[in-house]
Protein backbone atom coordinates (compact mmCIF):
# COMPACT_ATOMS: atom_id res chain seq x y z
CA UNK A 1 0.00 0.00 0.00
CA UNK A 2 2.80 1.93 0.78
CA UNK A 3 4.20 1.75 -2.59
CA UNK A 4 0.79 2.53 -4.61
CA UNK A 5 0.51 5.86 -2.28
CA UNK A 6 4.35 6.69 -3.15
CA UNK A 7 3.77 6.08 -6.97
CA UNK A 8 0.39 8.15 -7.08
CA UNK A 9 2.59 11.17 -5.04
CA UNK A 10 4.88 10.77 -7.73
CA UNK A 11 2.60 11.35 -10.42
CA UNK A 12 0.91 14.07 -8.93
CA UNK A 13 4.14 16.16 -8.21
CA UNK A 14 5.22 15.21 -12.17
CA UNK A 15 1.36 16.64 -13.33
CA UNK A 16 1.96 19.35 -10.90
CA UNK A 17 5.47 20.31 -11.62
CA UNK A 18 4.25 20.27 -15.40
CA UNK A 19 1.32 22.57 -14.84
CA UNK A 20 2.90 25.15 -13.35
CA UNK A 21 5.82 25.11 -16.19
CA UNK A 22 3.17 25.47 -18.46
CA UNK A 23 1.12 27.97 -16.51
CA UNK A 24 3.95 30.35 -16.36
CA UNK A 25 4.21 31.09 -20.74
CA UNK A 26 -0.01 30.49 -20.52
CA UNK A 27 -1.13 34.38 -20.44
CA UNK A 28 -4.82 32.86 -19.96
CA UNK A 29 -5.10 32.07 -16.45
CA UNK A 30 -8.01 30.98 -15.19
CA UNK A 31 -9.04 34.26 -12.93
CA UNK A 32 -11.73 34.59 -10.70
CA UNK A 33 -12.08 33.94 -7.15
CA UNK A 34 -11.89 29.68 -4.85
CA UNK A 35 -15.37 28.73 -6.48
CA UNK A 36 -15.08 29.91 -9.97
CA UNK A 37 -11.99 27.38 -9.90
CA UNK A 38 -14.26 24.56 -8.56
CA UNK A 39 -15.87 22.12 -11.21
CA UNK A 40 -17.99 18.86 -10.09
CA UNK A 41 -18.95 16.03 -12.84
CA UNK A 42 -18.49 12.28 -12.49
CA UNK A 43 -20.19 9.63 -14.32
CA UNK A 44 -23.86 8.20 -13.82
CA UNK A 45 -25.61 5.18 -15.54
CA UNK A 46 -28.76 2.94 -14.91
CA UNK A 47 -29.38 -0.23 -16.28
CA UNK A 48 -32.76 -2.23 -16.23
CA UNK A 49 -34.34 -5.45 -16.94
CA UNK A 50 -32.89 -8.75 -16.88
CA UNK A 51 -29.40 -6.91 -15.20
CA UNK A 52 -30.08 -3.92 -12.94
CA UNK A 53 -26.86 -1.37 -12.77
CA UNK A 54 -26.96 1.83 -10.74
CA UNK A 55 -23.71 3.96 -11.19
CA UNK A 56 -23.46 7.28 -9.20
CA UNK A 57 -19.89 8.32 -8.82
CA UNK A 58 -20.02 11.58 -8.53
CA UNK A 59 -16.76 13.92 -8.11
CA UNK A 60 -15.10 17.48 -7.04
CA UNK A 61 -12.38 19.19 -8.39
CA UNK A 62 -10.22 22.45 -8.42
CA UNK A 63 -8.33 23.84 -11.44
CA UNK A 64 -5.09 24.93 -9.84
CA UNK A 65 -4.24 26.13 -13.54
CA UNK A 66 -5.99 25.99 -16.90
CA UNK A 67 -4.53 22.95 -17.58
CA UNK A 68 -3.60 20.93 -14.25
CA UNK A 69 -6.66 19.80 -11.72
CA UNK A 70 -7.64 17.41 -9.28
CA UNK A 71 -10.01 16.31 -6.35
CA UNK A 72 -11.65 13.67 -4.69
CA UNK A 73 -14.63 11.48 -5.60
CA UNK A 74 -17.23 8.79 -4.27
CA UNK A 75 -18.67 6.03 -5.38
CA UNK A 76 -21.61 3.67 -5.55
CA UNK A 77 -22.64 0.65 -7.40
CA UNK A 78 -25.61 -1.41 -7.35
CA UNK A 79 -25.60 -4.43 -9.39
CA UNK A 80 -28.54 -7.34 -9.15
CA UNK A 81 -29.57 -10.24 -11.91
CA UNK A 82 -33.03 -11.09 -12.30
CA UNK A 83 -33.96 -13.85 -9.21
CA UNK A 84 -30.27 -13.45 -8.11
CA UNK A 85 -29.68 -10.96 -4.51
CA UNK A 86 -28.35 -7.99 -5.42
CA UNK A 87 -24.77 -6.27 -4.33
CA UNK A 88 -23.45 -3.02 -3.35
CA UNK A 89 -20.38 -1.48 -4.24
CA UNK A 90 -18.72 1.58 -2.92
CA UNK A 91 -16.05 3.95 -1.95
CA UNK A 92 -13.90 6.87 -2.84
CA UNK A 93 -10.99 7.98 -5.11
CA UNK A 94 -8.42 11.18 -5.69
CA UNK A 95 -7.41 12.06 -9.47
CA UNK A 96 -4.91 14.21 -10.83
CA UNK A 97 -5.61 15.10 -14.32
CA UNK A 98 -3.59 17.33 -17.06
CA UNK A 99 -4.62 18.70 -19.65
CA UNK A 100 -2.48 18.05 -23.15
CA UNK A 101 -2.74 20.46 -26.04
CA UNK A 102 -6.57 21.76 -26.47
CA UNK A 103 -8.72 18.42 -25.86
CA UNK A 104 -6.61 15.71 -24.65
CA UNK A 105 -5.54 14.63 -20.62
CA UNK A 106 -3.78 12.85 -18.75
CA UNK A 107 -5.05 11.21 -16.05
CA UNK A 108 -3.70 9.30 -12.42
CA UNK A 109 -6.53 8.32 -10.45
CA UNK A 110 -6.52 5.76 -7.12
CA UNK A 111 -9.20 4.68 -5.62
CA UNK A 112 -10.69 2.01 -3.06
CA UNK A 113 -13.52 0.30 -3.09
CA UNK A 114 -15.52 -1.68 -1.61
CA UNK A 115 -17.22 -4.73 -2.81
CA UNK A 116 -17.82 -8.56 -2.82
CA UNK A 117 -15.37 -10.98 -4.49
CA UNK A 118 -14.69 -14.79 -4.64
CA UNK A 119 -13.21 -16.05 -1.24
CA UNK A 120 -9.77 -17.25 -1.05
CA UNK A 121 -10.25 -19.74 1.77
CA UNK A 122 -13.43 -20.92 1.56
CA UNK A 123 -14.88 -22.67 -2.26
CA UNK A 124 -17.84 -21.19 -3.36
CA UNK A 125 -18.13 -18.58 -0.67
CA UNK A 126 -17.85 -14.76 -0.97
CA UNK A 127 -16.19 -11.74 1.21
CA UNK A 128 -16.37 -8.72 0.96
CA UNK A 129 -13.04 -5.79 1.33
CA UNK A 130 -11.43 -3.21 0.29
CA UNK A 131 -9.71 -3.34 -3.20
CA UNK A 132 -7.48 -0.52 -3.94
CA UNK A 133 -6.60 0.50 -7.68
CA UNK A 134 -4.29 3.01 -9.21
CA UNK A 135 -5.32 3.76 -12.84
CA UNK A 136 -2.90 5.82 -15.47
CA UNK A 137 -4.45 6.80 -18.60
CA UNK A 138 -6.11 9.49 -20.60
CA UNK A 139 -8.74 10.61 -22.85
CA UNK A 140 -10.33 13.71 -24.85
CA UNK A 141 -12.71 16.00 -23.49
CA UNK A 142 -15.06 17.99 -25.66
CA UNK A 143 -16.51 21.49 -23.99
CA UNK A 144 -19.79 22.70 -23.92
CA UNK A 145 -19.81 26.12 -23.23
CA UNK A 146 -17.92 27.97 -20.61
CA UNK A 147 -17.44 25.35 -17.76
CA UNK A 148 -19.05 22.30 -19.10
CA UNK A 149 -17.44 19.35 -20.57
CA UNK A 150 -18.13 15.34 -21.54
CA UNK A 151 -15.33 13.67 -20.90
CA UNK A 152 -14.10 9.89 -22.62
CA UNK A 153 -11.52 8.06 -20.91
CA UNK A 154 -9.14 4.89 -21.38
CA UNK A 155 -7.37 4.15 -18.04
CA UNK A 156 -5.39 1.14 -17.37
CA UNK A 157 -5.02 -0.41 -13.37
CA UNK A 158 -1.47 -0.99 -12.39
CA UNK A 159 -2.45 -3.25 -9.18
CA UNK A 160 -5.57 -5.10 -10.63
CA UNK A 161 -6.48 -8.11 -9.04
CA UNK A 162 -8.06 -10.71 -11.78
CA UNK A 163 -9.96 -12.34 -8.48
CA UNK A 164 -11.09 -9.21 -6.46
CA UNK A 165 -11.34 -6.39 -8.61
CA UNK A 166 -14.86 -5.25 -9.31
CA UNK A 167 -13.47 -4.67 -12.79
CA UNK A 168 -13.21 -7.47 -15.49
CA UNK A 169 -10.03 -5.98 -16.94
CA UNK A 170 -7.42 -3.86 -16.13
CA UNK A 171 -8.91 -1.57 -18.95
CA UNK A 172 -11.75 0.56 -17.46
CA UNK A 173 -13.18 3.03 -19.92
CA UNK A 174 -15.66 5.73 -19.02
CA UNK A 175 -17.55 8.65 -20.26
CA UNK A 176 -18.25 11.23 -17.88
CA UNK A 177 -19.06 15.23 -17.66
CA UNK A 178 -17.76 17.87 -15.84
CA UNK A 179 -19.84 21.52 -14.69
Request: proline share 4%; hydrophobic share 40%.
Amino acid sequence: MKKILLTFGLCLIYLWSVAQEEERDDESRTSGNFFDKVFVGGNFGLQFGTVTFIDVSPLVGYRFTDRFSAGPGITYRYFKLRNFEGTSTYGGSFFARHIIGSQFFAQAQYENLNTIYPSLDTPNALERGWVPGFFLGGGIFQPLGRRGAVTLAAMYNLIYDNIRSPYGSPWVFNVGFNL
